[in-house]
Nanobody, 127 residues
Framework: QMQLVESGGGLVQPGGSLRLSCVAS????????VGWFRQAPGKEREEISC????????HYADSVKGRFTISRDNAKNTVYLQMNSLKPGDTAVYYC????????????????????WGQGTQVTVSS
């Protein structure tokens, strides 16, 4: 069974950092593009970052650019989202998503483009 599982969320103070992980099971991420999304209560799901299957072609939403970094370790079948300088406005459930795509991403894909989704991990930024 193909699954994506996020972890690493939690409660952090403003200005703090968290690293989220997205682990794939049942398939290899080697030929999959992966994205991170978030959804805050009462708001639409927001695409925030993506990375091509080889690790290039990473893109970010303006809201997180300069603070978040996406990376991947295909040997561990894992994609990461390093989040620094967190703000209360970053509070949301964070999801990873994947699509079988072995070409360089040139922009942030929308949620509809992805085929597989994780269940999400809660990130709360509060003092």
């Amino acid at each position: 069974q193909m699954q994506l599982v996020e972890s690493g969320g939690g409660l952090v103070q403003p200005g703090g950092s968290l690293r989220l992980s997205c682990v794939a099971s049942g398939f290899s991420l080697d030929y999959y593009a992966v994205g991170w999304f978030r959804q805050a209560p009462g708001k639409e799901r927001e695409e925030i970052s993506c990375i091509s299957n080889t690790g290039g072609g990473s893109h970010y939403a303006d809201s997180v650019k300069g603070r978040f970094t996406i990376s991947r370790d295909n040997a561990k079948n894992t994609v990461y989202l390093q989040m620094n300088s967190l703000k209360p406005g970053d509070t949301a459930v964070y999801y990873c998503a994947a699509r079988n795509w072995a070409q360089l991403l040139v922009k942030l894909p929308t949620a509809a483009w992805y085929d597989y989704w994780g269940q999400g991990t809660q990130v709360t930024v509060s003092s």
